[in-house]
């Protein structure tokens, strides 16, 4: 006699990737250490708003680029296991920004064959104007991440730091009306906005909402400076 | 939990369940799924709705239970057309004309009731006018299927799934909608609800059980073929259960979906006089069910004559 209606049931995945500039700027006034200590204090809350939302099984990775691009995971883990191993900058490290976002189409691939799941989340943090010595221009590797139905689905959030962040390439990687990148001017700032966006872009992957309802923007962060100032952090 | 009611008309019998999610516990949050069955004497009728979740949407679950009820409602009065085209186009006209009822309703809610201040802040990002606004506060998707003239007929607005399942145990999806990526869905409370609309029907000849589901229930499923054992295992269950025993343990059945996070309801159109199951004890034969035991007109009244 059947005892059950329906197969077995689990929790659907929701993909979170950092990207993360560690070009050879980043060396400078702190900012990787800043970086570094920014996910470390995201990481809990990650896992606290995880726990939120039981229909998600939150899983993390991070992509980090300069002359190249470098997973720091190569498989995605579940953010109750993700520990962070803090990052250094590549000194005279290009910023090579298209070349990591082609890193991507793969897995959004990955994720269509699956076909189940929330929205990925990507995460970008840069403190520079993208380079294309070695890869693809922003704009190819866009097209391409956003040629996958997954990748055109995913929710971008981008954050940058000081004032030689070039925003018009931040938002280029958000391409939604409704979202800007923001930008960093100190440590506090950097930590703070990090925190933001991963947890806002978190949530509005595993919240329900009907697609003519925009991505919430209520909850900006404080207004910051154009210039990075070490000295705050 | 909560079961409305459960009626039989003529040969069929409805059902449904619903079970809050893990989610909405953990979040002090109500259910916001509704389901309504029903019959009157030739139309079994069954909807699930499904309020969306996000803050937004800060009436969804009374937006569900209007949704769930009046279409319901407007599936009983679904036009006896017997031939495919008529019975799409009948389906179309019963859909319109449950959005604009629905939009009146929750219009008429919002005015006899106005948001609180709390309900306002929420609201408060919402672009577009304010009657637009109102509206989307109610968001919810719906499915309802009904049985008449021989058809089984199906209406859509949203995720969730609707399937049936033949005497063999075939089962087939009605109102398929392409795949959706992450939580985004149609809603009821969209700009353009009517471009939302999917319909679909099949004969009912060989059909032994419809069911249709809250999405709560289908993304849960790990198994892509999940619809198919959901069609095996209702087709088993009508060989071995009557429908209240079906019924009696559906809220158990949706329960592990429902632990995974979210609002699971279901409900089930479950054809009586089939299956190899013998009758229970004081249970009517099958030719008893065409046995004038009490007057057909009382018998009628008593039973089966339970409008929506």
Redesign the interface.
Known sequence: MTDRLGGAVDRRPLHFIWILDISGSMAGGGRIQALNTAIEETLPQLREDSLDHPQAQLFVRALTFADQPAWLHQAPVPVEQFRWDRINAVPQGLTELGAAIIQLVPVMQELGRSGRGFAPVLVLVSDGRPTHANGPTLDQAMAALQAEPWGAASVRMAVGIGEDADLAALARFIDHPDRQPLRASNQTDLVTMIQWASRQASRAAANPASPDVPLATTTQPMPSGPVWDASTG | MGRLDRVSAQAWSVCGASVI???HV??SVENQDAFRCGACPETPVAVVADG?????YVRSATGARLAADLLAAELADVGRADDAHAVHKDLQIVAARFIDRWRTAVLADAAAEPFSAAEQDAL????GRPEEVAV?AY?TTVLGVCVAAGWVRAVAIGDGDVGCVDAAGGHRTLCPQP?A???????L???DPYAAVRTDACPADDIVAVWACTDG?S????????RG??GG??R??LA??TAAEIEAD?DG??A??A????DTT?VLVLRDEFGDRPPRDGEPKRYDLLAPTVPPRERRRRALWRRL
């Open positions: 999610g893990s989610a953990r979040r969306h979740g996000a803050a937004e408060a990002a919402q672009a989307r968001g795949a990526i992450g939580v985004q869905t149609d809603s409370a969209a700009d229930f993304t849960a499923q790990a198994d892509p073929g999940w054992l959901v295992q209702l088993g269950m071995t259960r559906l059945w949706l592990p979906a632990a995974v996070g979210d279901m």
